[in-house]
């Protein structure tokens, strides 16, 4: 008779949690608040020195697994800056501006003064430098995330509330253009110093035109 034996692996998943949930059990222990306050004055001087904010995160996290001292596997989601909130300015409220007005506007100059067609795109996920004009989220929401970065607050501050007073729509006007963010990047020269330059001067005398 012949026996056959498999060999059995029990496989632990790990344990899943975010920063600021690793911190909420930290806070349990004995020391949690002079300990942040070195990994604070740490991250400052890493700063100093020239490391960047990713790998100041990375250090951080591992300091807080260090000082929680569990031995059992663990992911740790967090945020290393920079921070983009996401925003679109379909999306704003108490906006004065009508976006699907103002892309009328554009797309029929072009039609008249440049024999173009215009070419309307959502970009990364709302993510660019005019995500700081204005919160599609409430501050609450946006606050959430900040607390899972895991760089201190005033190493990297983002004042959400000044951001939501101001509330100013953006819209990116990009030149045409190909290859964007590689080394071969270009751009069209006209579109650049010309064609929207132009509208933007256009824009200011119809502005009444694009408002809700």
């Known amino acids: 008779m012949q026996v056959v034996y498999k ?12 920063y600021d949930e690793l911190i909420q059990l930290c806070q349990k222990k004995s020391g949690f608040e002079e300990f942040m306050h070195k ?17 100041i995160t990375i250090e951080t996290v591992q300091k807080v697994l260090d000082f929680y001292d569990k031995k059992e ?21 108490n906006s ?10 554009y797309s029929r ?5 440049a024999a173009a067609r215009l070419t309307v795109e ?13 919160l599609e ?6 606050q959430k995330i900040i607390d899972s970065i895991a760089v201190p607050e005033n190493l990297y501050p983002i004042d959400f509330e000044k951001i939501q007073d ?17 080394l071969t990047e270009r751009v069209y020269e006209k579109d650049m110093l010309e064609t929207i330059p132009q509208f933007l001067l256009y824009l200011l005398e119809h502005i009444d035109s694009i408002k809700k």
């Open 137 to 142: 989220k409430s501050v609450e929401e946006h």
């Open 122 to 134: 959502e970009f990364f996920m709302g993510i660019c430098d005019i995500s700081y004009c204005a």
């Open 109 to 113: 100059y072009l039609a008249d003064t």
């Open 73 to 93: 596997a663990f992911v740790v989601l967090t945020i290393a800056p920079p921070y983009y909130p996401s925003m679109n300015c379909r999306h704003l409220k």
């Open 39 to 55: 990994v604070t004055r740490s991250a400052h001087k890493a700063f100093q020195a020239g490391l960047s904010y990713q790998e």
């Open 166 to 182: 101001i509330n100013v729509p953006g819209i990116n006007l990009g030149p045409w253009g190909k290859d964007l963010h590689q």
């Open 96 to 105: 004065v501006v009508d976006i699907e007005k103002l892309i009328a506007l």
């Open 7 to 18: 060999e059995y692996k029990k496989v632990t998943k790990p344990r899943v949690l975010t």
